[in-house]
């Protein structure tokens, strides 16, 4: 039985920044994982573990050695390897050669009725400590960070500067070099309260010793110690941290030890609007929020400190003193900004350069104004939120030039509905001003408004035709205007308030606006209708329910996900699946046709089935033009239901291509009349499994 050991591999570095942390311990999961599977070494498991100053690769019963494993490669056909008198050819010869096996230990092995010539070659497994230095080496190397640093060697990038590694092979050190590091077994512990130098005798002890310098590796207990005690500090000031998933596992990644603390504020701060406190707290301090149990905004906040310092009087005094200050220059920002109307401030965004290509803010505020009002006028049920369309555009983007969205750019949109409703505007506008701009970020709020949300999707349209147009195109994981995302939130906007807008004229206008060029409409098109599939696929559907959607109606989102609904609801039944082949059946047969006259003569029909057939296609056709102008899809396919028989009958009885010229163009008419049904609820051929 081949001996196993446990291995560790810790990385120790500069405080690397919280955002990567989660990703890194993943992708180092996988790369080593994929590295021992292409290295055929068996294990029993891999952990990561990791804070802001490591990243640790924990195997579990590694196997000292690699499996022994034999690979089998077809040669040439048997008789062109060897003569009728079983002489190895020159074929025979260089094929044992190539792979380095003697002559007579050829084989044979029958593929697809034919014999082939067959080598097998063994290879015995190696040492896995061998091995393994090239594995860590190649897995740190390919850990490439969304933004990478370079240090003493050029050739080396990480996210941050190394500057110690452990690698153990059970008790013994696994030797290697990286860069002008070499392995070994110190450690470092916390760096305010633990040793600079912790020598690790086994992978077993690694977490016990880094414990005992106060440094929790593992981020599950990590976040239990700072949940367990962030929840006693809760009962203590008698309130509720507002606990934001993504707050939470940024403050988990910014320490190594979790010491929570609580703080306060003055009272008088609280009547400055809420999310400039919690966007004070959340964003710039990471501190969380507490609330009441009626939700209001308590002058309290946790923060996570990475220091449990003999007196945390100290640390809470100094957070405290941090957060007044931005506290005070918030409460600032918001008495002075209110001495001027959002009104007067339109003007000011003129000289606030959107690209330099395609001009001012001013100039995308008012082009998505205008689009939005024509398209308020095409769609019936925008038509009373055409006021509100137009005030809210006005002053959508003034509050880009107040002093609070200039120090607190998150606050954009927010302290524009803020200011609106201090200035006496309509509250709808308010709203609207403050929806335009949601999501913010994944998960976000969606607009609730139909004003604020075709602001929004207008918005996000004018910046897709607009860096179209001047090249600035998503390329590979570069992305700087955000692009993807906006053709993602036009979607989740539409989809979010059932809002059946068609797209196209918003894209034609806005594309006339910037006299964008029709290739750019073109590539705007096949940019959106990809992130539409894309976001589809991920609701579920499958490749060819999306493409089928997706072709017969891109412009309109929210159509093409009840379409999708619709046909998935009766994909599996088997009427469905007949008509399918039907349709599959059809097409193929007249693209093979060549041309003829596509008018049906019903008094030449023959049989009883083109009759049935033609009789079914012409009761149904006014009823499906009825249903898809009510965009009623539940009913498309009910009605689809009842050709399903008359079709099924016709290929069953009927020949097409009779001898007789005449009959066989009647028919092939007559399948184009159904051809052109079926293409009307879209191309059923792309749901054939």
């Known amino acids: 039985m081949t001996e196993k050991r446990d291995f560790l591999l810790e990385i120790g570095t500069e405080e690397i920044p919280a955002r990567f942390m989660p990703w890194a311990l993943e992708e180092s999961r996988r790369l080593f994982a994929e590295s021992l599977a292409e290295a055929h070494i068996d294990h029993e498991g891999i952990t990561t573990l990791g804070t802001p100053r490591r990243l640790a690769i924990q195997v579990k019963g590694l196997a000292s050695k690699q499996e022994d494993r034999v690979e089998q490669y077809r040669g040439p056909l048997w008789t062109q390897a060897f003569d009728a008198a079983g002489n190895p050819t020159k074929a025979a010869l260089g094929f044992a050669r190539s792979k380095n096996v003697p002559i007579d230990e050829l084989k044979s092995t029958i593929v697809n009725g034919q014999e082939y010539v067959l080598a097998e070659v063994r290879h015995e497994g190696r040492e896995t400590v061998a091995l393994l230095p090239d594995i860590c080496t190649g897995v740190i190397r390919r850990l490439v960070f969304p933004k990478n640093m370079y240090w003493d060697d050029p050739s080396i990038r990480y996210a941050r500067p190394i500057r110690w590694i452990v690698a153990l092979w059970g008790n013994a050190v696994l030797p290697f070099r990286f860069g002008s590091l070499e392995s070994g077994r110190i450690t470092r512990g916390h760096r305010f309260m633990g040793d600079r130098s912790i020598e690790i005798p086994s992978p077993k002890e690694y977490m016990d010793l880094l414990f005992a310098n106060f440094v929790i590796v593992d981020p599950a207990k990590r976040r239990e110690k700072m949940l367990s005690a962030i929840s006693a500090i809760e009962k203590q000031i008698g309130g509720k941290a507002e606990l934001d998933p993504d707050l939470v596992e940024e403050n988990l990644f910014l320490v190594e030890y979790p010491v929570p603390f609580s703080g306060s504020f003055d009272k008088d701060f609280l009547e400055i609007p809420e999310e400039v406190l919690t966007t004070s707290m959340k964003h ?9 149990r009626n939700g209001n905004l308590l002058p309290h906040f946790i923060g996570v400190s990475n220091n449990q310092a003999t007196s945390m009087n100290v640390v809470r005094e100094g957070n405290e003193r941090v957060l007044r200050a931005r506290l005070s220059d918030a409460g600032f920002f918001w008495r002075e900004d209110r001495k001027v109307p959002l009104s007067e401030r339109v003007e000011e965004l003129k000289a606030i350069v959107y690209q330099e290509r395609l001009g001012s803010v001013y100039e995308k505020a008012m082009r998505v104004r205008s689009v939005s009002l024509k398209l308020a006028e095409r769609v019936p049920g925008l038509e009373p939120h055409r006021a509100v369309i137009d005030r809210a555009g006005i002053l959508a983007k003034a509050d880009l030039v107040t002093s609070m969205v200039y120090e607190f750019p998150e606050l954009k949109g927010v302290m524009g509905r803020e200011y609106a409703l201090q200035n006496g505007e309509d509250p709808d506008v308010a709203l609207a001003i403050y929806e335009q701009v949601l999501p913010r970020f994944s998960g976000d709020a969606l607009p609730s408004s139909p004003a604020g949300a075709v602001l929004g999707v207008v918005d996000r349209a004018d910046s897709l035709v607009g860096c179209f147009k001047v090249g600035l195109v998503p390329t590979g994981s570069q992305d700087p205007y955000a692009l993807r995302r906006a053709a993602r939130n036009i979607n989740e906007i ?7 807008i068609d797209l196209f004229p918003v894209f034609e206008d806005l594309a006339e606006a910037l006299d964008a060029p029709g290739e750019t409409l073109e590539a705007v098109r096949d940019f959106f209708i990809q992130r539409l599939q894309i976001q589809l696929r991920e609701k579920g559907f499958s490749h060819g329910l999306v493409s089928l959607g997706v ?6 989102p929210c159509q093409v996900q009840k379409i999708l609904n619709g046909y998935a609801a009766v994909l599996g039944q088997e009427w469905f699946r007949g008509l399918v082949t039907a349709a599959v059946r059809v097409k193929n047969i007249l693209s093979k046709a060549g041309e003829f006259d596509a008018e049906v003569r019903e008094g030449a029909f023959i049989e009883d089935e083109e009759s049935f057939l033609y009789q079914a296609i012409s009761n149904l056709e006014p009823q499906v033009r009825e249903a898809l102008s009510r965009q009623a899809w539940n009913e498309v396919t009910t009605l689809l239901a009842k050709l399903e028989p008359s079709i099924t009958r016709f290929f069953d009885k009927v020949l097409v291509m009779d001898e007789n010229p005449a009959v066989r163009q ?11 049904l079926f293409m009307s609820v879209g191309d059923l051929g792309l749901l054939k499994e």
């Open 284 to 292: 710039h301090q990471k501190y969380f929020p507490v609330r009441d």
């Open 494 to 500: 539409l989809w979010n308030l059932d809002l059946d």
């Open 551 to 556: 072709q017969l109606m891109w412009n309109r």
């Open 666 to 676: 009647n028919r092939l008419a007559l399948l184009s009349r159904c051809q052109d």
